[in-house]
Structures are given as structure tokens and as C-alpha cells.
């Protein structure tokens, strides 16, 4: 079915097409039509008849049901050939522009998709705001009507002057003059003889489209008929196209067909209108060249792009090649992106960020906040904790000189005279714990310390500090516990020295030797901060990146990118590259804000805490690829990054160690993307391992499996969805 360029003679050749976006409800139902070369080819019909539709399949954006689209002498899509491409200008029927940009800007975004260098599209850009009467090119879209926002979509299609349009209702929202200049220069690069251009244009201004060298007449998924307007008025002997139109609606409805055939419901339109209207109806053999005999064209098209020219010369005249770069074609065919898109799509996603200072200075902002918050609030010991003393002690002066080995950081000591008066303040939530000691504490601990083999039940609590604890909360009471008694260790140690025995006699049978990994003394904040900064990496670069693709479809610009000739992968990878600057820049933030400024202790290599951190941003970040891949709606791809969150913090031993979780739980949490690289992070930073060691090299594993399993997915979906 491809041809060869000798053969080209249609720009746009479509046979017995079938599209529906639900099975049971067809919108294109066997349609033929050819569109000549260098000529305007004006598809009419009311709204909801497929239009948009034919068109989509046109510039590749849909994939038939069934029945062939050609477009420029092979199929869209088709590995080299440059459809979606720089073969086709497309306007879509939606604005399709981005609101912050200016003129410029965009005219600059599509320019560089189509390799064309800076003072080309200066040139071009200047010469199309004159032409189009829009404002200064620095003007923003956002601040342009929506008259003069259609007039730079059209410029868009218009800007590296392909040698087809595809124009899905430029001229709504214009008036009538400068709808009249839109048509002239529509003429003047058709008729151009060095340049050729090919036009497929749909309106609602079923008028305008006389000025067309073709009109096709559309209704429900059909043709009802194509040939050249001043024929059909002849034919129906109108002097409008619009009467014309519903002449043929009725006719069609009188006569309506449950078929599904172009060629059936033509010759069925052809044999109501009139008894020889071959030129109107669609062929039955629609791919074959048709005879014209249009003056106009044959006047006005020097290329020869006449239906039943077959001139091969005029090809590479149409088929332009001055902004495809060496290597192009070949990288096309094999389907390797291009870093032409890749760096139109980066260049274009730094312009918005430029655009959005505040939100670029939140995003570095964001992981300070968060990591400076962690190391200040996170990991310390509580101090200040209010704490209700009986001292009933008068059997001596122990009690009193106990209560001077309190930690006075750690506590502020509130003292009270009876058992009750004390635990109504902890019971009132104004002391944490009640800390009491006996009438018998001094004689009680002497006769312990003296002859602790004669010590009796009542002797040993008499002598004991006794602790009432608020036990709501966990790490308070813990702290209250190990405080009291290391103060009582200290005081009972200097108390048995005075009677010449060794301190030794009150510390515990364990001994804690020195360490073989970590330090003598961790803290929290040692156990907490390699999950932190994997945590913060990883879901800084997911949120960054959700919504991607989000508001890329939101925005519209996609469609458009997408036909002039930009894959998903090189947008993926365009969208990877910003974020990845974006990300290196966070991670470094966030170390140097850990490492040197709270100084978190880092036992091992710097280098392995550099790439694990970078590597779970890639990581966070393909997750966010995937989510925005996946999900249609902004809310949906916060709720779902945000989702993403909590089970990983909680599963990935981040809060609290694996170790305490149910069996079934553990084989999830090391599953997890995090997981084995909090391992890897915590064994260089409190462990000091190296890359050979098995937890730090899982790590690293792991976070290069889970970025290549989700980017894969990421493109998958794209793929399925058609982005
Ligand atoms: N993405 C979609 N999913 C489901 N149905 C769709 C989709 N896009 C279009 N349709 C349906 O397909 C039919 C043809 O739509 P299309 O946009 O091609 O019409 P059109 O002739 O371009 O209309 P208009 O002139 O109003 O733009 C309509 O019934 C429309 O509801």
C-alpha cells in the first residue's frame, strides 16, 4: 500500500475508514476520500460528524479499526516516514497552547522540535504575527484574546511550512476580514510553485470553503460527496454551499442506509441527486486517481499536484528536507529518540519553570524544611519534664541528697508533700511522673548496702525510688525510667565508696562492651536519619514528577507535540532530564544540610551516600512517571503519590524497626522500593560499609530494578493510552 515518492499524487489518501471510541457506537463508517496535492481540501459537515476524528486518524493521533490512511505517501506512523513529523502542521481543534508562554516562546518550542535554527523561526515568527495581525511576540498567550490565541495556534501549524496542513477549524473566533486574510495566504502558499502546500481544513463557515479547490461534504461517519465547490453548485444548481449541504442531508435522510460502506451511501446520495454524479460521490475505488478538471488548480498549482498528476519531480519540492539533521532519517527508522525533542521538550519545561519562580524556590526549600525539622525535632532526648517528688524520707538525710543526683536538665522537679497531692498533678497532665521515696529510705538503702544477704521485701522497697509514670506516652516514660535510674546508679556508686566498697556493686550484670558496628551511645536520629533522606529524596522527586504528564494533557500542547513528530519516550526522557536537574540539586541540598550542618554521623564513604540518594530520586521520580502516566486528573495523581507515601514509610523500617513487624509483613517491606535502600544508607552512614558489602550493593540493586520496572511501566502506559 506505501507508495513511492514517483507515485506520490494524493496528500492525503483515507479507503473505506472505520473508527469508534466504543465498539458498539461507530464514528467513521467506511469513509474514502483523497485529497489532492497542493490543493485546499475543505472537509464540511455539522458538528458531531466525525470531522475531528478523520482528522486524528490523518495526523496519526488515532489508529483506524479498520481501512487505510495514507498521508504523504505512507502510513502514519510508519517507522521513517516523517508523519507525525515535520511532513504534517497541525492545528488542533482545541487551543492547544500554554498560557505562560509568549509568542514567541512557542513559536521557539515547535521550531526546535523541527530543527529549524533561531533566526528561521525569528524570521518565520515575525512574518506570521504580521500576517495574522497578532500583538507583540512577547506578549503572552494568557493575555491575548481568544480570537488572537486561535490566530497563534494557526502559526504554529503554519511555522515550518510543511507541505501539508491539517486545520481543524482555524477560522472560528475570527472576523470576517482577517478570516478573508487567513484564506488569501492559505491561496498564496498553495499556489506557491517553489513550495507547494497541501491543505485539509474543516469549518463551521461552510461558505469559506468555497474558496477551496475541494469540499467534501461529511454527515454521521460518512461522505455524502467530494468534488469541487463551483461543480456542486452546478449540479444542484444552488448558489450556496450551505443549501447545497442540506439538499444532500435531506436526500441522505430520505434514503438512509444501515450501511456501513463510503461507496454504498455515496452511490445511493449519487442515484437520489441526480443520474451522473460521479465527480460528487466518493468512488468506489477511491485510492485510484480521480480525473479533474479543475481550471483553478491547474492554473494556480504549478507543481503539477493535480489528482491526475502523476509528476514524481514535484516530490522532493513538497517533501522538505533543509531541518531534518544528519542521521535523522536513520534514527527514525529504528525508532531512537531524537535529543532535537528531547532538548525542545527540556528547554520548553525550563521556560515554564522560569515562568514559576516561587514554586522552582519551593521545590529546593521544601526538603531544607524537611530535614532541618527532622534533625531538630526528631532523635532528641525530652528535657524539661515535670516531675512530682515525695520526699517522705526522715530517717535520714539520703532522700534529700538522692533528690541533688536528679538530672535537672531532664527534669524539673516539683516537690510535694503527700503521696496524693502528687499524683493528682500527673493525674491532672501537669507532671509526667511521681517520683517518691519512703519515711525509711536512708536507714532502708543503709542496711541494703550493708548486709544486702539479710535484706528483707520490706527493706528492699523502703530502700528503692519508687516511679509512678504517665505511660501515655512511650518515649517520655522510657526517658523518665532510664533517668531515674541512672541518677540512682551514680548516687548508690558514690554512696559505696564512702563505705570503701567498689561502685561496681550497682551496675548491672551485663557489660556492654565496645561496639563491633555503630557507635557506643546511638540515638534515634541515627536509627531515623538514612530513612529520612532516602524518604525525602524519593518522594520530593515523586511529587516533582506525578504530574508530568498531567498537566501536559491538561495543557494541550501534547497533542500537538506528539504530531509534530515528538515520541513519548523523548517526552519521557525530556521530562526525566528537567526533573533530574531539579533532583540533583534538592539531593545535594538535603545532604549538606544533614551531613555538615547537623552533622549526622556518616561512617562510611560520602560517594555511596551521594549516588544511593540520587539513585532514589530516579527512583522516586519514575514512580511519579508512572503515577502521571496513569492518572488523568491532577487530584488523582496527588492523592496517588501522596498514597504511595504512608505504606512506605511505615513498611519500609523507616519509623520503626522491620525486625518488630509480623513475619508476612517483613517479605513485603523488603520488597519495597525503599526498603533495601534505607539498609543500604544506614550501612554506610552508622556502619561504615562499602559498596562490596551485600546490604549496600542490595541497595543499589534494588533502586535500579524498581526505576527500570516503573519507567517501563510508565511508557507501557502511554503507549496503552495513547498518552
Ligand atoms: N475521545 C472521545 N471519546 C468518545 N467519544 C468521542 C471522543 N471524541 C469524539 N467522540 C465522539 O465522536 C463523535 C465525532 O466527534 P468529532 O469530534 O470527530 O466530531 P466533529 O465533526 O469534529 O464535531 P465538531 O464539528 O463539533 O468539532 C461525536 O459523537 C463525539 O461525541
Redesign the pocket.
Known amino acids: 500500500m506505501d507508495v513511492t515518492p514517483g507515485q506520490l499524487m494524493h496528500a492525503v489518501e483515507v479507503d473505506t475508514l472505520c473508527k469508534s ?2 465498539k458498539s457506537t461507530p ?1 467513521l463508517k467506511g469513509l474514502s476520500l483523497q485529497v489532492p496535492l497542493g490543493k485546499i481540501y475543505g472537509l464540511l ?1 455539522p ?7 478523520l482528522l486524528k486518524c490523518v495526523v496519526g493521533r488515532l489508529k483506524p479499526d479498520a481501512g487505510v490512511v495514507q498521508v504523504m505517501g505512507g502510513r502514519p506512523g510508519k517507522p521513517g516516514h516523517r508523519v507525525p513529523g515535520n511532513l504534517i502542521g497541525y492545528m488542533p ?1 482545541d487551543l492547544a497552547l500554554y498560557q505562560d508562554f509568549t509568542v514567541s516562546e512557542t513559536m521557539y518550542y515547535f521550531g526546535r522540535i523541527f530543527h529549524m535554527p533561531s533566526q528561521e523561526i525569528d524570521r518565520q515568527t515575525d512574518f506570521l504575527v504580521s500576517l495574522l495581525e497578532l500583538p507583540s511576540k512577547r506578549r503572552l498567550i494568557c493575555q491575548l484574546s481568544g480570537g488572537q490565541q486561535r490566530r497563534v495556534s494557526f502559526a504554529c501549524a503554519l511555522l515550518h511550512r510543511p507541505p501539508l496542513l491539517i486545520l481543524d477549524e482555524p477560522t472560528v473566533g475570527v472576523d470576517p476580514l482577517l478570516r478573508q486574510c487567513i484564506w488569501n495566504h492559505m491561496l498564496s502558499i498553495v499556489n506557491n510553485r517553489e513550495r507547494p502546500t497541501s491543505i485539509v481544513i ?1 469549518t ?1 463557515y461552510i461558505e469559506e470553503a468555497r474558496q477551496g479547490h475541494m469540499v467534501a461534504l461529511m454527515r454521521d461517519g460518512r461522505l455524502l460527496a467530494e468534488a469541487e465547490p463551483q461543480e456542486l453548485l452546478d449540479r444542484y444548481n444552488d448558489s450556496s454551499l450551505e443549501s447545497v449541504f442540506l439538499k444532500l442531508c435531506e436526500m441522505d435522510s430520505e434514503d438512509s442506509l444501515p450501511d456501513t460502506s463510503a461507496a454504498a451511501s455515496s452511490t445511493s446520495v449519487a442515484a437520489n441527486a441526480a443520474a451522473s454524479t460521479s465527480e460528487i460521490v466518493t468512488e468506489n475505488s477511491p485510492l485510484l486517481p480521480k480525473p479533474s478538471n479543475h481550471d483553478r488548480s491547474l492554473n494556480s498549482s504549478p507543481a503539477g499536484a493535480t489528482s491526475n498528476s502523476n509528476d514524481g519531480d514535484s516530490l522532493p519540492n513538497l517533501l522538505y528536507k533543509e531541518y531534518v539533521p544528519l542521521g535523522d532519517s536513520l534514527r527514525s527508522v529504528f525508532a531512537l529518540p531524537s535529543l532535537w525533542h528531547i532538548l525542545a521538550v527540556v528547554g520548553k519545561n525550563f521556560n515554564n519553570l522560569r515562568r514559576r519562580l516561587t514554586f522552582l524556590a519551593f521545590q529546593f526549600i521544601l526538603p531544607i524544611i524537611q530535614i532541618v525539622l527532622f534533625c531538630v525535632c526528631v532523635g532528641g532526648d525530652p528535657f524539661g519534664l515535670t516531675l512530682a517528688s515525695v520526699n517522705l524520707d526522715s530517717s535520714g538525710e539520703l532522700g534529700a541528697k538522692f533528690m541533688t543526683y536528679l538530672d535537672n536538665n531532664t527534669f524539673h522537679v516539683k516537690p510535694f508533700k503527700s503521696l496524693e497531692e502528687a499524683r493528682t498533678e500527673v493525674r491532672n497532665v501537669r507532671a509526667w511522673a511521681v517520683l517518691s521515696l519512703g519515711s525509711n529510705f536512708s536507714t532502708d538503702l543503709l542496711a541494703r548496702f550493708s548486709n544486702p544477704t539479710a535484706a528483707t521485701n520490706a527493706t528492699l522497697s523502703g530502700g528503692s525510688v519508687h516511679l509512678q509514670l504517665d505511660n501515655s506516652n512511650y518515649q517520655v516514660s522510657l526517658m523518665i525510667q532510664k533517668s531515674v535510674a541512672e541518677s540512682f546508679q551514680k548516687f548508690a556508686g558514690d554512696l559505696l565508696s564512702q563505705f570503701g566498697l567498689s561502685p561496681e556493686l550497682v551496675s548491672l550484670p551485663v557489660v556492654m562492651d565496645a561496639p563491633l558496628l555503630g557507635t557506643d551511645n546511638p540515638s534515634f536520629t541515627e536509627f531515623m536519619a538514612p530513612g529520612m533522606i532516602v524518604t525525602i529524596v524519593f518522594f520530593m522527586a515523586t511529587g516533582l514528577t506525578a504530574l508530568s504528564f498531567v498537566l501536559e494533557r491538561k495543557e494541550g500542547l501534547l497533542d500537538r507535540s506528539l504530531v509534530a513528530g515528538v515520541t513519548i519516550l523523548e517526552l519521557m526522557l525530556g521530562h526525566m532530564l528537567t526533573q533530574l536537574l531539579i533532583m540533583a540539586g534538592q539531593t545535594g541540598l538535603l545532604l549538606f544540610f544533614s551531613l555538615v550542618v547537623f552533622q549526622v554521623p556518616c561512617h562510611g564513604s560520602v560517594l555511596w551516600v551521594i549516588l544511593l540518594a540520587l539513585l532514589n530520586g530516579f527512583t522516586g521520580m519514575s514512580l511519579g512517571l508512572m503515577i502521571s502516566a496513569l492518572c488523568s486528573a491532577e487530584n488523582s495523581a496527588i492523592q496517588a503519590a501522596l498514597g504511595t507515601m504512608y505504606p512506605n514509610l511505615l513498611l519500609s523500617g523507616i519509623i520503626w524497626p522491620a525486625e518488630a513487624m509480623p513475619q508476612y509483613l517483613r517479605f513485603i517491606s523488603r520488597g519495597l522500593p525503599i526498603s533495601q535502600s534505607v539498609e543500604a544508607m544506614r550501612s554506610v552512614l552508622s556502619r561504615g560499609f562499602g559498596f562490596t558489602a551485600a546490604p549496600v550493593y542490595l541497595g543499589f540493586v534494588s533502586a535500579i530494578a524498581w526505576a527500570s520496572g516503573l519507567l517501563l511501566l510508565a511508557l507501557l502506559l502511554l503507549r496503552i493510552r495513547g498518552i
Open positions: 471510541y466504543y464514528v459537515g458538528s458531531g460528524c466525525g470531522k475531528t476524528t481543534q474543516t463551521h
